[in-house]
């Protein structure tokens, strides 16, 4: 049986959490990787394990601050189990540094988290990728490539447009661009957890091929960042295309009972 991140999920749990977190905005890998390695050797410190609180510390907006102390200080909010540290989170988000964004976005996400895990008193899930999603879904990039070196012609672009269009939709999954750029069809799509979504895109390229086999049957998936068609390129030229049966691995993050 084809497996699916419901399934993986279920694996994971036990059973199918009433809600899950999902990290809606775009943020570079790297960064979420750096920002949740920061905040477990945090956690791990003795003033945040007894009990930080507010009054311990410094206003975020004092001018002395480094980018690196905020970003500390973020960190050390998100791990508090106080609504008064979330909206000094959220505020800051909003009249903090541009460069922090980000960065205020993890830590947001974590300060969230940590309220509804003790509202709720379960374990909560944070499933995060480089290019996010929105409500019960995850925005994937998939390239699909033509059977012949030359740019697609108008006939196949409304072929290839209209199909993935039509099995998207009847999937409950969206549709937000398409891109065409020589033998190469780009679609950047939003496909709820339960969606297997492989064979959605088998079912679609067989649709396209009965109007004359122009697509190959593989095809390329990720949830970590949009490619350009360089890099495109350069993965097919020095990898092997990818089984259609096979899919990038989602970075699944359960969170502990502290969280």
Same mark, same amino acid.
């Given at each position: 049986m084809e497996d699916n991140l419901y399934? $993986? *999920?279920?694996?994971?749990?036990?059973? @199918?959490?009433?809600?899950?977190n999902i990290l809606e905005e775009q943020?570079?890998? $790297?960064?979420?990787?750096? &920002?949740?390695?920061?905040?477990?050797? #945090?956690?791990?410190?003795? =003033?945040?394990?007894?009990?930080?609180?507010?009054?311990?510390?410094?206003?975020? &907006?004092?001018? =002395?601050?480094?980018?690196? %102390?905020?970003?500390? /200080? #973020?960190? $050390?909010?998100?791990?508090?189990?106080?609504?008064?540290? &979330?909206?000094?989170?959220?505020? &800051?988000?909003?009249?903090?540094?541009?460069?922090?964004?980000?960065?205020?976005?993890?830590? /947001?996400? =974590? %300060?969230?988290?940590?309220?509804?895990? %003790?509202? *709720?008193?379960?374990n909560q899930i944070f499933i995060s990728t480089g290019l996010g999603g929105r409500g019960n879904m995850l925005r994937y990039f998939i390239v699909f490539i033509g059977e012949e070196p030359h740019e697609f012609n108008e006939f196949q672009k409304n072929i290839i447009s209209s199909e993935f269009s039509f099995a998207l939709k009847n999937n409950q999954s969206e549709l937000e661009k398409i891109t065409f750029d020589d033998n190469l069809a780009t679609l950047l799509v939003l496909i709820p957890f339960e969606v297997p979504f492989q064979k959605v895109f088998r079912d679609a390229i067989t649709e396209c091929n009965n109007y004359g086999n122009f697509l190959k049957p593989n095809f390329l998936v990720?949830?970590? $960042?949009? #490619?350009?068609? /360089?890099?495109?390129?350069? @993965?097919? /030229?020095?990898?092997?295309?990818?089984? %259609?049966?096979? @899919?990038?691995? *989602?970075?699944?993050?359960?969170?502990?009972?502290?969280?």
């Amino acid at each position: 049986m084809e497996d699916n991140l419901y399934d $993986k *999920l279920k694996s994971l749990t036990g059973k @199918f959490p009433d809600k899950l977190n999902i990290l809606e905005e775009q943020i570079d890998v $790297k960064l979420q990787m750096e &920002y949740f390695k920061h905040s477990s050797k #945090l956690k791990k410190k003795t =003033e945040v394990a007894v009990g930080l609180t507010l009054n311990d510390l410094p206003d975020i &907006y004092a001018p =002395e601050h480094t980018n690196e %102390s905020i970003k500390e /200080q #973020l960190i $050390k909010l998100a791990s508090m189990d106080d609504p008064k540290a &979330y909206r000094i989170i959220e505020d &800051y988000l909003k009249n903090g540094r541009p460069e922090l964004r980000d960065w205020t976005l993890l830590a /947001q996400q =974590e %300060s969230k988290m940590l309220l509804e895990s %003790s509202l *709720l008193d379960e374990n909560q899930i944070f499933i995060s990728t480089g290019l996010g999603g929105r409500g019960n879904m995850l925005r994937y990039f998939i390239v699909f490539i033509g059977e012949e070196p030359h740019e697609f012609n108008e006939f196949q672009k409304n072929i290839i447009s209209s199909e993935f269009s039509f099995a998207l939709k009847n999937n409950q999954s969206e549709l937000e661009k398409i891109t065409f750029d020589d033998n190469l069809a780009t679609l950047l799509v939003l496909i709820p957890f339960e969606v297997p979504f492989q064979k959605v895109f088998r079912d679609a390229i067989t649709e396209c091929n009965n109007y004359g086999n122009f697509l190959k049957p593989n095809f390329l998936v990720t949830n970590v $960042k949009t #490619l350009t068609t /360089q890099e495109i390129h350069d @993965f097919i /030229q020095h990898n092997e295309l990818p089984d %259609s049966n096979d @899919f990038d691995n *989602l970075s699944l993050n359960p969170e502990s009972d502290e969280t």
